[in-house]
């Protein structure tokens, strides 16, 4: 249905790793606006916000749908680097990534400073290698 609350999510054997609702944006909007009570300014691009929300996984499904798209025009190598947590997400469960390249972010555990939800699908990707 069209205009309709949505719901995204990352199943894994019938389980859900990641989820990604309408409700998360309402918060989103709610930390805005408690930033805009202490601050007086708006600010959706605020650093410090965003380290919360992907931190804590706070995405909407729009924002799983922006990622997504944004995703699939990018080469395997930017969507790697993408400062969006959600695009490295798509990027480490892509076939396209392939052992050597899995190998090398092993090696390196530059995604151990990604929050706890983003490492499980490194963790997930890396158990199978």
């Not at 389980?15 to 601050?39: N, P, S, V």
């Not at 992907?54 to 944004?70: I, Q, V």
């Not at 699939?72 to 680097?81: E, K, T, V």
């Not at 990534?97 to 090696?107: E, F, S």
Request: some cysteine.
């Amino acid at each position: 249905m069209h205009n309709a609350y949505g719901r995204a999510s990352i199943r894994l054997d019938g389980k859900e790793i990641a989820g990604f609702t309408w409700m998360d944006g309402y918060l989103r909007e709610w930390d805005l606006h408690q930033r805009w009570k202490e601050t007086g300014v708006w600010d959706d691009g605020n650093a410090a916000l965003k380290e919360k929300w992907a931190k804590d996984g706070t995405y909407s499904e729009m924002d799983f749908l922006e990622a997504a798209l944004s995703y699939l025009n990018l080469p395997i190598q930017q969507a790697l680097a993408s400062e969006n947590p959600l695009v490295r997400v798509f990027a480490v469960m892509d076939r396209r990534l392939g052992k050597r390249t899995l190998q090398a972010i092993a090696d390196a555990a530059a995604y151990q400073s990604d929050p706890a939800w983003v490492r499980q699908f490194y963790e997930l990707r890396l158990s199978v290698c």
